[in-house]
C-alpha cells in the first residue's frame, strides 16, 4: 500500500465509524467520555474529548446526542445496556477505555452478549462491537496495560480482531459492526499514533482473516497488533544474519485463520510465535498448539514462543520495556532455532 | 393481553379482566406445580427455581404490558413467561431439553428466552437483566416505538452493583423502564432482613430520582393496579420506576430445598394470604362469579400442562451437530 491519502490508526477508526453511522441509522455509540463530558452544552461546546483516546473527535457534532451517547462511569450499566439495545434492533458500538476494566463488567460479555444466540437457540443475534484499548508501553502501570485478547478469545460467541495497521483497524472495524455477533476489537495504544495510506471509501476487511505481511522461506514469525511490527523488525534483523524470515499478522483471533499459519508454517518448517500477552494459556501457546498438532511433520525444530514474562506489567520505565517481546528477542529466538544441533532452550521471556 | 388499553388510567379492572388474571396465576401454578412433580420424578436434569406463590407478581405487571413491551427475567422466571405469553408447551419441551423446545433444547430452564413475545431472556445471572432491560428500553426511546421494558430481579438482586448501575443509568437517560421486585424475603438461603440495608428496596429509589412503589405482592389487583401506574409513567417519557412487590415463595430455592432457615408459622403466615384464593374471594363477592367457573379456570390449566407435557414428551432431543449451531452465524426468523 504505497501513495494514497495517509492518516492514523487513531483517524482510520473516527473514518469507519463515521462512515458506518452514515450508512446505518441503527449504529449508536456510547462510553466514557465519547462525546466530550458532561457540561459540554453549558460551557459552549459542540463536545471536548471525543474519546479518552480523541478517536470519536466529531462524531457528536455530526450525529448528536441520540447517536454518541456519553455514559456514566458504570461498565457493567451500559456494557448491558449495549447488549440489550442490540437484541432489540440497534447495533451499537460500545467503548471499554481500557481492557483492564473488563473486570467491572465481564459478565455482560461473557455471560450474555456472547451466548445469547447460543442459549436462544438462535433466535436472537447481538450484533455488538467492543472498542477496547490494550497492550503496554505506555506508562500505564498493571491495570492500564494488558492484553487480555487471549482471555476473549477463549469465550465461544464473541469474535476478537486485533488490527496492526490503520489499514486493517478501518477494515476491521467496518466489518465488526456489520457483524451480526459480539465483536472485540482491540487497539493497541502504541499502534493509535501511526499512520499509513488508508482508502477513503468504506471498507470490510474479513473477520478471521490473517495475511503474510512479508515473504520469506526459513522461518515463519506469527504476530498480531504491535507484536506484528515486532516480527517485522526482527525480520529486517535477520537478513544479516543470512536468514529469510516470513511475517504472518494474525489480525483476528477469534476465529483465528489457521490455514494462513499452516500453510505459512509448512513452507518454512520453522516457527516462533510473538504475543505481548501473558504466557500462560495465551495467545501464543494456543498458535503453538495448533502447528504442533496439524504441522508437526513439516516442522525442522521446535516451535518457539516469544512473549510477555508471567508477571504484570511493570510501571518503570526500563521494567516496562523489558516486559514487552522486542524484535531482538525474536531474532534470539530464531538464531537460536536454526543453529545446528541446539535443542530447545525453552520459552523466551516466560 | 393488553390491560392497559382495556383498563383505562384509573378505572377499576373489570370482571374479565380480574378473570384473566386469575386464568394466567393458576397456569402459572399449575406449571411450576407440574415442574415439581416432574423434577422429583427425574423427567429432565437440572434443578427447578420455582415460582409457585408469587403468581400475582408475573401476571399483575404482565397484564399493564402491551404485547410489544419486553421483559428480562430470572433464574426463577417460569411465571414471567407464562404472563408474557409464551407458549407452556415449548417451555415444558425446554426444560426437557428437547429440539422443540422454546431455546430448542440450549437454554433450558434457566434461560428461557422467546422475542417473538418480547421476553428477552431468564438469566442465570443475579441482576445482569437489568442493564439489558436498560438498553431495550434505550432502544424504544431511540426509535421512539412507545414500548415499555419491565425488569423482573428478586431481593437479593438489588444488592449487586448491576442493580445500582442499571437504576442510575435509567434516571439519568429517562428511559421508560420499570424495574420490578419480587421480594421473596430471601436470596438462597438469607432473608432479607440480613441482606438489605434498607427496610424496603424501594427505599433505593429515592437515591436515583424515581418513584419507589410498594405493592402486596400477594395481591394480584394491587399489583396490577400499582404496575399501570408505573408503566404509564415509564411510557409517558418521564423515565424509570421502582415496583417492589412483597411476595413469598413457598417451595425452597430450588425442588428439594427443605428451606429449614424459615419457620411453618412464617409459611403458613403467607399460605393464609395465597393470591389465588384472594383473588378468587374477590371474584366471588365482587363479581359474583361462581366457585364452579373458576374450579373451571384450575381445571383448564391442568389440561393445558397435560398438553404441554405431552408435547414435550414427544418431541425428539437435539441432534448432536447442535452442540456447534448457533455459537455463531445468522439468525433464524
Known sequence: MTGGRVISFREAITEALRQEMRRDARVILMGEDVAGGAGRQAQGLSEAWGGAFAEYKGLFTEFGDGRVLDTPISEMGYLGAAVGAAVTGLRPVAELMFVDFIGVCLDQLMNQAAFARYMSGGRVHVPLTLITHVGAGVGMAAQHSKMLYSFFAHIPGLKVVAPSSAYHAKGLLTAAIRDDDPVVFCAHKLLLGQSEHVPEEPYAFPIGQARVAREGRDVTLIGAALTTSVCLRAAQALEEDGIDAEVVDLLSLSPLDEETVLASVRRTGRAVVVDEGFPRCGLAVDVAALIGERAFDDLDGPVRTVTAPHAPVPFSRPLETAFMPSADQVRAAVLDLTAPNTGPSGRTGA | ?333
Open chain 2, 1 to 333: 393481553m393488553s390491560g392497559e388499553t382495556r383498563a383505562a388510567a384509573g378505572a377499576p379492572p373489570s370482571r374479565d379482566d380480574v378473570l384473566r388474571l386469575y386464568a394466567t396465576m393458576a397456569l402459572i401454578r399449575a406449571f411450576d406445580q407440574r415442574v415439581a412433580t416432574l423434577v422429583l420424578k427425574g423427567a429432565f436434569s437440572g434443578v427447578g427455581h420455582l415460582c409457585v406463590g408469587q403468581e400475582a407478581v408475573a401476571a399483575g405487571v404482565c397484564a399493564a404490558l402491551r404485547d410489544d413491551d419486553y421483559v428480562t427475567s430470572t433464574h426463577r422466571g417460569h411465571g414471567h413467561c407464562l404472563a408474557k405469553g409464551v407458549d407452556p408447551g415449548e417451555m415444558m419441551a425446554e426444560l426437557f431439553g428437547k429440539a422443540t423446545g422454546t431455546c430448542h433444547g440450549k437454554g433450558g430452564s434457566m434461560h428461557i428466552a422467546d422475542f417473538r413475545r418480547g421476553m428477552l431472556g431468564a438469566n442465570g445471572i443475579v441482576g445482569a437483566g437489568l442493564p439489558i432491560a436498560c438498553g431495550a428500553a434505550l432502544t424504544a426511546k431511540l426509535t421512539d416505538s412507545g414500548r415499555v421494558t419491565v425488569a423482573f430481579f428478586g431481593d437479593g438482586a438489588s444488592n449487586i452493583g448491576a442493580f445500582h448501575e442499571s437504576l442510575n443509568l435509567a434516571a439519568v437517560w429517562k428511559l421508560p423502564v420499570v424495574f420490578v421486585c419480587e421480594n421473596n424475603r430471601y436470596g438462597e438461603a438469607t432473608p432479607v432482613e440480613y441482606a438489605l440495608s434498607a427496610e424496603h428496596v424501594a427505599d433505593r429509589a429515592a437515591s436515583y430520582r424515581m418513584p419507589g412503589l410498594i405493592a402486596d405482592g400477594q395481591d394480584v389487583l394491587d399489583v396490577y393496579g400499582k404496575a399501570r401506574e408505573a408503566v404509564a409513567h415509564a411510557r409517558s417519557g418521564a423515565g424509570p420506576v421502582l415496583l417492589e412487590c412483597e411476595t413469598y415463595r413457598y417451595f425452597g430455592h430450588f425442588v428439594g430445598d427443605p428451606a429449614r432457615y424459615r419457620s411453618a408459622e412464617e409459611v403458613e403466615w403467607y399460605r393464609a394470604r395465597d393470591c389465588i384464593i384472594r383473588c378468587a374471594e374477590y371474584l366471588r363477592e365482587r363479581h359474583g362469579v361462581a366457585v364452579k367457573q373458576l374450579d373451571e379456570i384450575g381445571a383448564e390449566a391442568e389440561r393445558r400442562l397435560d398438553a404441554a407435557v405431552a408435547f414435550a414428551e414427544s418431541g425428539t432431543a437435539p441432534g448432536l451437530a447442535a452442540i456447534l449451531e448457533d455459537v455463531y452465524g445468522e439468525a433464524r426468523a
